[in-house]
């Protein structure tokens, strides 16, 4: 199955990554992170660098790659613990704008989208209608 991994290298995704390869997929993993390709790459995995807030821009990643899923696990959480207490408002907005931003383009572009953090009850407003 091909997959495109929306935060390949967040909290989430490198734990994932390697066992969506493991599993025999082929995966494209979306970094915001240049420095973090070399790592998506020797995983097995196609990097893809982008502004996940550049929601034409990831709509051609996603295109371009033609996966038959796409899973969500953006996440926007500091390095370093200490800074998390400080960090609301980054991680808030990519959950809130996040479920929108990755879904496919077009319907038959990916069949399904995976993404857990827009879960009943805890979507954006937009989102849930």
Do not use: W
Not at 73 to 94: K, W
Request: glycine letters at 10%; charged letters at 20%; aromatic letters at 4%.
């Amino acid at each position: 199955m091909r997959i495109f991994l929306a935060g390949a290298t967040g909290v989430i995704g490198t734990r994932l990554l390697p066992l969506l390869i493991g599993a025999g997929h082929e995966v494209a993993g979306l970094t915001r992170s240049p420095g973090k390709a070399a790592g998506i790459r020797a995983i097995g995995a196609h990097p893809i660098v982008h502004d996940v807030y550049d929601a034409p821009g990831v709509a051609a990643a996603v295109t371009d790659f033609a996966p038959d899923l796409v899973m969500h696990q953006l996440t926007d959480l500091p390095d370093d613990v200490a800074d998390l207490a400080t960090s609301g408002a980054a991680n808030a907005r990519i959950r809130t704008e996040a479920p929108r931003i990755c879904s496919p383009p077009r319907p038959r572009q990916a069949r399904n989208v995976f993404s857990p953090r827009a879960l009943p009850g805890s979507r954006p407003r937009d989102a849930a209608r």
